[in-house]
């Protein structure tokens, strides 16, 4: 066990050292140069510079800067590593991620580092009570649909759950707000609390929640479909194992037989779905918060992309690789728990 | 003997909806069991010939989709949606991805832009229209508007006449982009639909505003002689009326028309009209077109499309300017000796001067948005100029005495005021979106781009992902390692935010509308193959380890024709359940992406950029056909097509029985 975790662990290293290779060379084609422009602005406050004066020094500085932020060298590979933290820059000092150094956000002003929090917390808290909603109500009516095959629930279940799994889930989205918002007048459309409110205490509490009731319906409702199909088809194939009619030939009752026999065997499939979804929490919903603006790691991560604040969404990125490859380990150890046939010590 | 009702088509739908939503019981109760026809058991030599019942795997699974109505009807669906969105387009006006259109902006969908109120059909005395709504004068001074009663947003409707309007003798009325006015027989002035450019009324707003000119104060107080009026005519926000002694009355949005103030207080006027920018007119003189600005319209020529014209003083060589019609950008003359002439810029699509029959010359033109219909002395009306929505197409029509264009309809009437004919732009099926383009034909055009980025995205994804599933189960040992964990690096990118980085990578380089459409396709193909290697590679190792692989080998079976006929047909059922799956699954991503922005980019349309404004609450309750039709169906779509991908994977399973 612990051999294959390791040998996972080290796996995953290598994989996201892959991936953030290559999604630093990507970056590196953006024409942006920082060293360039604070070399600029900083030749600007001297004014009594001549122009020949101004050349020189602009290249004085410009190698400053350029020292400063690492970039003095075209090699792809030492730019990697120093943003990784394990090659030093010219001044010796090592400092990349490895270090706690997750590059500074133009856009907030303020360590990239310090302006994740937040968002993070927002979204993991839309995220899990999403995530316990949906498998609330999608295992349950899963499973009833299995066992009920080809009645007339299970058909109306299979249709709209057709819709829904068919349906881009913006246009879920919009009609909701339409619904909601528009005609209802029920939730506000956006934001996180009413504009230029100061409530406090309990007040404040229940305007947050009103605003976030609808993302929150929205996403539920978005997820429902998907895996009310998947939760069924894995049932219907767990209630034709062998074992299942050996169960029902002992005699034994219909519940036991489904919430214990089939149930058990219905879950392995569903693991990767259950853990993805919990990891995916994290992640955020981009178009769901772009839209609600639900300031999460998906609108943060949308809006760092449309300002082009580079180490921002080096960072997400690194993060959501990160958990992408970690769901991966947790899905593979839960299969093991679940599945006892799975031995993971192999 | 209980009767027996006739099938027909809709007793067959309703069948199949009850059976579909509540079951066969309620199917039996409602509609009555269905006769099965009895097998007779032929016996041959003895025993019982069941050899027709034995069927070919492929006749078996088409015999089992067949049996599925609902998939069948997908099927149908997903044809018909295919066909209308690239076969259509040839059948349709014409259409291109930047098309913009002021006046027609956000129209809700309806096919009454042209229906002229019975009422009003014998007894024509006049009709004008300029944007989304047309109004008519009877003969006997009554007013009907018809088209689209709704101003934009405003909650205003042009159709509610008032009172005092529908109860006056009307002589005169010309409408603008969202308003109508009207003069009574004894002078009054009425008018109507919104006055937030000092349309028709003055208010202490109108006066404050330094852009605006009020209505002048002789024609709000009705001073004018309706017996000397030549013309009233509306533009985009501004109105003018016309005396035959030259005086000129024009009011209303100055920052509409920039050189409105030009014409104010003119008095030598023997003709005006709008452009959409511009007011022009027609001074004492005769000779050259008044715009007071130096330089626009002075160049003229005979035919639409011979260039920018000579010189207008050299053009006319004597002969005087006697009406001036305008469309949005260009401007037709009418010269003394019934010629015509044109001066501006035209639409790309236009439909060139008719050459007239001997002794025939123009009586009267008219003009739309983009086209112009003129009225000759032979009592025939033909049509020329921009042709977008087929206005300039006109039908043969005899006897006509007076023609009336505008906005994109015509209509030729006789001397009693019969409507003979009628021709243009009937209405927008979907509506129009905030640029004034035809969403029909937007959805038809984003259809095929949603489409084309979809299929060849799955196909992108079969080629490779099925590859590389080959080689992973054929090799097996060290390749299948690496290769498996080639695809486990790919299926660990999440999709949405690796798409918007290299969207915003690819904004940076400068792509043309094509390359960046290849490369959402190239994208999308690229990270969407593993589950295809997957598949692929599982379904090679059963086929491998299957009885009837080591049957064939131990017959002695080349190894080549055992991959080839043996284990490629079965991965080639899984294959194709999982490309109609991957198919919506791609048209979802892709319409996704574009709805963020980061995917197909306007002008180009696509089902998801198409519905991008619906992310604004207020515009997606005010502007509903803006997206409930395109949603509607990518819906559709998407559903069917799921449908026959599921429908396929049931009937393809050899365990899955019929009892579903």
Redesign the interface.
């Known amino acids: 066990m612990g051999r294959y975790i390791a040998k996972r662990l080290l796996y995953m290293l290598f994989v996201f050292l892959l991936l953030t290779f290559v999604l630093f060379v990507l970056y590196q084609m953006m024409p942006a140069n920082r060293a360039y422009t604070d070399a600029r602005t900083e030749l600007q406050t001297m004014k009594q510079l001549s122009e020949e004066e101004k050349a020189t020094k602009f290249d004085e500085l410009y190698l400053k800067y350029q020292r400063m932020y690492g970039t003095d060298t075209d090699n792809k590979l030492v730019l990697y590593l120093r943003w990784l933290g394990v090659y030093p820059y010219y001044d010796g000092h090592v400092s990349g991620i490895l270090e706690g150094n997750f590059g500074f956000s133009y856009e907030y002003n303020k360590p990239v580092i310090d302006v994740i929090p937040s968002h993070l917390r927002n979204t993991f808290l839309l995220g899990v009570i999403t995530e316990v909603a949906v498998l609330g109500i999608t295992i349950p009516l899963g499973i009833r649909c299995a066992v009920k095959k080809g009645s007339r629930f299970d058909r109306f279940t299979q249709f709209f759950t057709l819709i829904g799994f068919s349906t881009p889930s913006f246009i879920i989205y919009i009609i909701f707000i339409v619904f909601f918002c528009s005609i209802l007048h029920w939730f506000p459309v956006s934001g996180m609390k009413t504009p230029g409110s100061s409530y406090t205490g309990f007040r404040a509490v229940l305007d947050v929640l009103h605003h976030v009731a609808l993302p929150t319906i929205c996403l539920t409702f978005g997820s429902l479909a998907g895996i009310t199909r998947i939760c069924r088809a894995s049932m219907i194939d767990a209630l034709n194992l062998d074992c299942i009619r050996t169960a029902r030939a002992k005699g034994l009752t219909e519940k036991v037989v489904i919430y214990s026999h089939a149930w058990r065997n219905a879950l392995i499939p569903m693991v990767s779905i259950i853990v993805g979804g919990f990891f995916g929490t994290i992640s955020g919903a981009i178009i769901l918060e772009q839209m609600f603006g639900f300031k999460g790691m998906g609108l943060l991560f949308f809006s760092s992309v449309m300002t082009a604040d580079y180490d921002m969404i080096m960072f997400l990125e690194v993060i959501y690789t990160f958990i992408g490859l970690f769901a991966n380990l947790v899905t593979d150890l839960c299969y093991g728990i679940v599945d006892p046939r799975v031995r993971i010590s192999k | 003997m209980e009767k027996k009702k006739r099938e027909n088509v809709f007793r067959v739908l309703a069948r199949w909806f009850v059976r579909?939503?509540?079951?066969l019981k309620?199917e039996e109760k409602w509609f009555g069991k269905k006769e099965q026809p009895k097998k007779e058991i032929v016996f041959k030599n003895g025993v019982p010939d069941d050899s027709e019942l034995i069927v070919s795997p492929t006749r078996q699974i088409f015999n089992r989709f067949i049996e599925r109505k609902f998939a069948v009807f997908s099927v149908f669906v997903v044809l018909v949606m295919f066909a209308v969105v690239f076969i259509a387009p040839n059948f349709m006006t014409k259409y291109y991805d930047a098309y913009t259109e002021t006046t027609q902006k956000d129209l809700p969908p309806t096919m009454a832009l042209m229906s002229v109120p019975g009422a009003l059909k014998n007894n024509i005395k006049m009709i004008d229209s300029f944007g989304s709504f047309s109004v008519g004068l009877s003969n006997d001074g009554k007013v009907y508007v018809w088209g689209i009663g709704q101003i934009g947003a405003t909650g205003i409707n042009i159709k509610e006449i008032p009172e005092e309007v529908k109860n006056a003798k009307i002589a005169y009325v010309a409408a603008g982009q969202d308003h109508i006015i009207a003069i009574g027989e004894d002078g009054t002035f009425y008018g109507w639909g919104s006055n937030r450019f000092g349309q028709y009324a003055v208010t202490d707003a109108v006066l404050e505003n330094p852009n605006l000119e009020p209505v002048p104060d002789a024609v709000l107080n009705g001073e004018i002689d309706v017996s000397h009026i030549k013309r009233v005519t509306c533009g985009y926000q501004a109105s003018a009326i016309l005396m035959d002694d030259g005086t000129l009355y024009i009011w209303g949005n100055k920052q509409a028309y920039a050189n409105l103030t030009s014409f104010i207080g003119k008095t030598n006027i023997t003709d005006v009209d709008f452009t959409l920018n511009y007011v022009v007119g027609l001074d004492k003189k005769q000779t050259s077109i008044y715009s007071g600005t130096r330089g626009l319209y002075n160049m003229a020529r005979e035919k639409i499309t011979t260039g920018k014209g000579v010189k207008m003083s050299e053009f006319l060589n004597g002969r005087k300017i006697t009406e001036v019609r305008a469309t949005s950008t260009s401007i037709c003359m009418l010269l003394s000796d019934g010629s015509i002439a044109f001066t501006g810029d035209f639409q790309s699509d236009v439909v060139e001067v008719p050459t007239l029959e001997e002794g025939e010359y123009f009586v009267d033109i008219e003009s739309g948005t983009y086209h112009y219909t003129g009225l000759t002395n032979f009592g025939h009306v033909y049509s020329f100029g921009g042709d977008h929505y087929h206005q300039a197409t006109a039908p043969t029509v005899e006897g006509a005495k007076k023609v009336f264009a505008g906005a994109f309809q015509s209509y030729a009437v006789d001397g009693s005021g019969k409507l003979l004919d009628k021709w243009g732009l009937r209405g927008y099926l979907f509506g129009t979106d905030d640029r004034g383009a035809d969403i029909a034909s937007r959805v038809v055009a984003g259809g095929q781009i949603t489409m084309t980025v979809g299929a060849v995205a799955v196909i992108i994804e079969i080629v490779i992902g099925v590859s590389i599933g080959l080689l992973a189960g054929f090799f097996g040992g060290p390749v299948d390692i690496f290769l498996m964990?080639v695809a486990?690096?790919f299926s660990?990118?999440?999709l949405?935010?690796?798409m918007?980085?290299?969207s915003?990578?690819l904004a940076?380089v400068s792509l043309t509308t094509d390359q960046r459409l290849y490369m959402i396709m190239v994208i999308l193909g690229i990270l969407g193959w593993p589950g295809f290697a997957y598949i692929t590679r599982a379904q090679v190792l059963v086929a491998r380890e299957s009885e009837y692989v080591t049957a064939a080998q131990a017959m002695g079976v080349k190894e080549s024709r055992i991959a080839f006929k043996h284990i490629l047909p079965n991965i080639i059922s899984v294959i194709l359940v999982n490309m109609t799956l991957s198919f919506?699954a791609s048209m979802?991503t892709e319409?996704?992406l574009s709805?963020?922005g980061?995917g197909v980019n306007y002008p180009q349309p696509s089902w998801?950029n198409m519905?991008s404004r619906?992310?604004n609450?207020?515009a997606?309750?005010n502007f509903?056909w803006q997206?409930v039709f395109t949603?509607t169906i990518?819906?559709l779509t998407?559903?069917c097509?799921?449908?026959i991908g599921?429908t396929l994977r049931d009937v393809m399973d050899p365990?899955s029985t019929n009892?579903?």
């Open positions: 579909f939503f509540f079951g309620y964990r486990e690096v660990s990118i999440p949405y935010p690796f918007l980085i290299l915003s990578l940076q919506a979802q319409t996704s709805f963020l980061f998801g519905l619906a992310s609450a207020t997606a309750i509903w997206w949603s990518l819906v998407t559903v097509i799921n449908t599921d365990k009892d579903k």
